[in-house]
Each structure stands twice: as C-alpha cells, then as structure tokens.
C-alpha cells in the first residue's frame, strides 16, 4: 500500500474522541499517526494500520 507522509487516512473505526481521520507523520515498520480530532499522537504496526485503512486522502487528489 502506497501510503507517504502527510497523508489523511481515513480508518473504518472511529477514535474515542469521534474523529475518524488521521494525519501521517512517519513511515517505515511503523506508522506515527496523529488525530486530526483531538491532536493524540500514536505509533502503530503497518500490517494494523493498512488492515484498517478505509481511505488515504492526497493533497489535491484522492486515491
């Protein structure tokens, strides 16, 4: 999956806070994801977060 930083993701479950949009900061084996709801920072195994991708939204266009 094609994932680069300062992507959006959208995910299929949405975060405490209600958001289900989150902002790409790192990639590699994991992926450092911030909240676009709330600002909570965390880190993620890749094969968790692209099981729960549901959308990645670009900077001009949508993939």
């Known amino acids: ?3 680069q930083v300062g ?3 959208r995910m299929k ?3 405490p806070c209600g958001s289900q949009e ?3 900061l790192r990639v590699g084996m994991d992926f450092k ?12 195994p890749r094969s968790k977060v692209e099981k ?3 959308k ?5 266009a949508e993939v």
């Not at 990645?56 to 001009?60: D, K, N």
């Open 56 to 60: 990645i939204l670009r900077e001009g």
């Open 1 to 3: 999956m094609d994932v």
């Open 33 to 44: 994801l911030v909240c676009a709801g709330c600002g909570r920072q965390v880190m993620l």
């Open 7 to 9: 992507d959006v993701l």
């Open 22 to 24: 989150w902002k790409v």
């Open 52 to 54: 729960n991708i549901k």
């Open 13 to 15: 479950k949405a975060h």
